[in-house]
Every structure is written in structure tokens, then in C-alpha cells.
């Protein structure tokens, strides 16, 4: 443990409950969607806590909450955490809370200790990550990239408030959202803790992971259209089913998952017109690809869409496919890495790599600066779900790791 900081357990635990209350319903479920009151009343209390740290706080234009401490050198770009407090419907308390608390107690450990470090610390709460509320995730994140765009201010949740309606109520001006954008220059890394929302660490027994890249995804919806013919008085060889082709389409995407290393999800399926006795006219699905390299996952892309091509022209088909979106994969810095691998050394904690599954305002932030994630085991790999657990041991660990490869990046000149 020689030359690990720790960060106060005890103190981020109980801030970690705290919060988790906020939100909470009777069955210990969360629910916070973005700006709503519950969301905001979570906001007021992460702000106070960051005063509480001694941090200077700021809000965005984007409503991004900033706590930054200056280092020996304020002009230098600042070494940044940070993560969401927002959550899904009935979710648990540590999914991007942790990389929030943690940061705001990494932080404060350094003030409170007198540790020196050459570049400011920033930890950030970014709005909206998850995206429930009006389908744009990545909101304050994408805006600090500069990757905002006005449309989305037109998009409404369930009960039809914007999200232009949301920002005003939320004392913001949706007309300035896009001067959140952050110069390159101000900032040097960005470094997310959060849970691991996956059974690989609890697979490999370890406490802490570093995410060396994370995943990109290629989202399609595939349509196949035959004939809707009667299930009795149609031989097989006439027929133009889409369903049994829609069958071999999905083991085609499993075959091209395990054949890149990378994965693949056929989330959604319909049949049209639907009914037992009736062959269908029409099958519709949805394919999720996954890779963490741009290049392996253009292919998978291109060999599934080849193989249904084949299986359509084979059973007199056609098919439409329409990519409803892409993202490409997030390679971690190698200033980052080097910097966790160091702190998980320092800390006496095995370094685990792994490539991060899910999406994260890391993702977002790459356009920024260097990105790295330091992820924490999560029991069952249960997430988006009020049992999502990890243990008070594992989150601290999190944030020594945190803290110590902030202080390294923060040092290097
Ligand atoms: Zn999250």
C-alpha cells in the first residue's frame, strides 16, 4: 500500500445511501429521469456536497454540475471525473452515483489532506445520461463534447413536457445549451468510475476493473417481406415465410458475434399479420451489434447483412435493412490506463482488463480529451434494477483506484 491514498469509506457509503433515498419508493427501487424533482432535489444535494469538499461549483449551460479544485498551476487543462446522477425507471443506487460520490470524495480527501498536484481536479455530474425521459442520452456529456444539436430540444416525455420546457423549468436557457462546449485545451483526461453492470469481474473474483475500451454499436431494424398465405392449403415448397427466415437470420447474427469476438442481441421480433394459422407476410426484428473495434464491427455489419440477403433470395424474400444508429467503439488512452494500472498496483489490487459493455458519458467525452473507466464489481451483474448491489469494500477500492490515478494524471506533466 505504499504510496495508494485512500479515500474516507465510511463517509462515502453513507453518501452513497443517502442519495439512493432520494427517489426511492417503498420497494427500494430509484427513480430519478432527468430534471424531474426528484432528479433536481439529487442535484441540490451533490452541490452541497461539493462545497462541503471545499470544491468551487458551477453549473453549465447544460446544466452540468462542475466541482473543480485548483492545482499548483491553474492555467494547466484540467484532469477531470465525474459521472450521472440520473437513473431509469425503478433502478438501483450505485449505477453512476458511485462515479459521482466517488469523485466528490476523491476530491475531497486531496483538499482535506493538503495532497499537492500540478493540474486543477474537476468532478462532474452530468445531465441526463440514461436518456429515459426524451430519448437523448449522453445530454450533458455530448454538450461539454460540443456534439449538442438543437433538434433535440423539440423531443417530450410521456406527458409531453420538451425538452426545451424541462430546461426553462429547470431555471436553464435552452437556447444556450450548446455554449457548454468545452475548449480541448481546458481539459487533459477524463476518467469515470462506475459499476460494472456485467458478471465478468464477479467471473474472474476481482473487486476492480479497467476498462481498456468500450464497446461501439451498430443498431439495425430488419424487415423481411414474403406472402401472408394459409397455414393448411399452402405446401411447403410454396411458400414465402418470413419467419423461418427471420430464424435463420438470428442465428446468423450469433454466428457473426462469435465469430468477431464481439456481440450480438435480437432484442425485438414481430410477425405480421399474426395469428396461428395464418403464415405471415411480414417478419420485423432488431439487431444490436456490438465490438470494441471500429473495423470488426463494420464487418460484422456487412457479413450479417450479407447472410440475409442469401437466406431472402433463397426463400424469394425481400429484405429492408435500416441502420437506426451507430456508434463507434471508445479505444482508452493510454495515459489513463497507465495511470489505473499504476493505482491498482499502488493499492495492492490485481489489474483486470476488460472492455466495458455498456455506454457511458465516457463515451461521450471522448471527443474531448484521452477517456478512461474504472469499473467495480457488480453482484450478479445486476443493474437498471433496485437489487443492484456492490459491496461498501468494492466502492471504496473504486475510488482509492480513482483517486490515485487522478493524482498521477494530475502530476504528469
Ligand atoms: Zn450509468
Same mark, same amino acid.
Given at each position: ?20 433515498? *432520494? ?35 458551477? &453549473? ?5 454540475? *462542475? ?13 477531470? @471525473? ?10 438501483? *443506487? ?10 466528490? #470524495? ?6 482535506? &489532506? ?20 426524451? =430519448? ?12 449538442? @444539436? ?8 410521456? &406527458? ?16 444556450? *445549451? ?7 485545451? @481546458? ?46 392449403? @399452402? ?46 407476410? #411480414? ?48 479505444? +482508452? ?22 472492455? +466495458? ?14 477517456? =478512461? ?41
Amino acid at each position: 500500500m505504499a504510496d495508494a491514498y485512500e479515500v474516507n469509506k465510511d463517509r462515502l457509503w453513507s453518501t452513497l445511501q443517502f442519495l439512493g433515498k *432520494i427517489g426511492q419508493d417503498k420497494r427500494g427501487g430509484v427513480t430519478r429521469l432527468s430534471l424531474t424533482e426528484p432528479d433536481m432535489a439529487a442535484r441540490a444535494y451533490v452541490e452541497g456536497l461539493m462545497k462541503e469538499a471545499g470544491l468551487t461549483v458551477r &453549473r453549465d449551460e447544460a446544466g452540468n454540475l *462542475i466541482g473543480r479544485l485548483e492545482g499548483d498551476r491553474p492555467g494547466l487543462p484540467a484532469v477531470m @471525473t465525474g459521472s450521472h446522477i440520473d437513473t431509469v425507471v425503478q433502478a438501483g *443506487i450505485f449505477d453512476g452515483a458511485l462515479g459521482v460520490l466517488g469523485g466528490i #470524495e476523491a476530491l475531497r480527501t486531496v483538499k482535506e &489532506r493538503g495532497i499537492r498536484h500540478r493540474h486543477p481536479l474537476e468532478v462532474v455530474c452530468f445531465t441526463d445520461e440514461e436518456g429515459v425521459r426524451f =430519448g437523448v442520452g449522453y445530454l450533458g456529456s455530448r454538450a461539454m463534447a460540443g456534439a449538442w @444539436t438543437g433538434e433535440w430540444l423539440d423531443a417530450a416525455d410521456d &406527458r409531453g413536457i420538451t425538452l426545451r420546457e424541462a430546461f426553462e423549468r429547470a431555471g436553464l436557457d435552452p437556447e444556450r *445549451i450548446a455554449n457548454a462546449r468545452r475548449e480541448k485545451k @481546458t481539459v487533459k483526461a477524463y476518467v469515470e468510475l462506475h459499476i460494472e453492470q456485467g458478471r465478468v469481474l464477479e467471473e474472474r473474483q476481482a473487486p476492480i476493473g479497467m476498462a481498456t475500451a468500450i464497446y461501439g454499436h451498430c443498431w439495425l431494424r430488419v424487415t423481411l417481406k414474403g406472402r401472408a398465405d394459409h397455414a393448411g392449403t @399452402t405446401p411447403m415448397a410454396l411458400r414465402r415465410d418470413p419467419a423461418a427466415a427471420a430464424a435463420e437470420a438470428l442465428l446468423a447474427a450469433e454466428r457473426t458475434a462469435l465469430r468477431y469476438g464481439g456481440v450480438a442481441t435480437v432484442g425485438t421480433m414481430s410477425l405480421a399479420p399474426g395469428a396461428i394459422n395464418v403464415i405471415p407476410g #411480414e417478419a420485423s426484428f432488431t439487431v444490436d451489434l456490438r465490438h470494441d473495434d471500429s473495423a470488426t464491427l463494420q464487418r460484422m455489419k456487412r457479413d450479417l447483412c450479407g447472410e440475409i440477403h442469401a437466406v431472402c433470395k433463397r426463400r424469394r424474400l425481400e429484405p429492408v435493412i435500416d441502420v437506426l444508429d451507430e456508434e463507434a467503439p471508445v479505444s +482508452c488512452g493510454p495515459a489513463v490506463l497507465e495511470a489505473i494500472e499504476q493505482s491498482c498496483r499502488a493499492s495492492g489490487i490485481p489489474v483486470q482488463a476488460l472492455v +466495458c459493455g455498456a455506454g457511458h458519458d465516457a463515451a461521450a467525452i471522448r471527443g474531448l480529451c484521452e477517456v =478512461g473507466m474504472i469499473l467495480v464489481r457488480s453482484r450478479d451483474g445486476i443493474s437498471h434494477h433496485p437489487s443492484e448491489w456492490s459491496s461498501p469494500d468494492d466502492c471504496a477500492a473504486g475510488a482509492n483506484v480513482l483517486l490515485n490515478a487522478l493524482l498521477k494524471l494530475a502530476n504528469r506533466t
